[in-house]
């Protein structure tokens, strides 16, 4: 336990941010998923999975250079 006052709150606030990155990393996974699990890659649906990821990549819960990466993959698996 944490034994000063300012380590108790930072305990919570890391706590309730763990919560929200986990839940956007989920969604950047479903929908990554989705998109691969697709027959027929539209570009509407590249949009969306790349806001998602840019989205992310903005707030710090993923590194840019990881954003882009991604969006790399999914572009190069889109075009072939």
Do not use: C, F, W
Not at 6 to 18: D, I, L, N, Y
Not at 42 to 65: E, F, L
Request: no cysteine; net charge positive; glycine share 2%.
């Amino acid at each position: 336990m944490p034994q000063h006052k300012s380590a108790a709150k930072r305990m919570k606030t890391s706590a309730k941010a763990r919560e929200r990155n986990r839940g956007v990393k989920a969604v950047i996974r479903g929908t990554v998923k989705a998109y691969r699990a697709e027959k027929e890659k539209s570009a509407d649906k590249m949009k969306t999975v790349q806001k998602v990821i840019d989205k992310a990549a903005s707030k710090n819960v993923i590194h840019k250079n990881k954003a882009s990466r991604m969006k790399s993959r999914l572009a190069r698996l889109a075009s072939k």
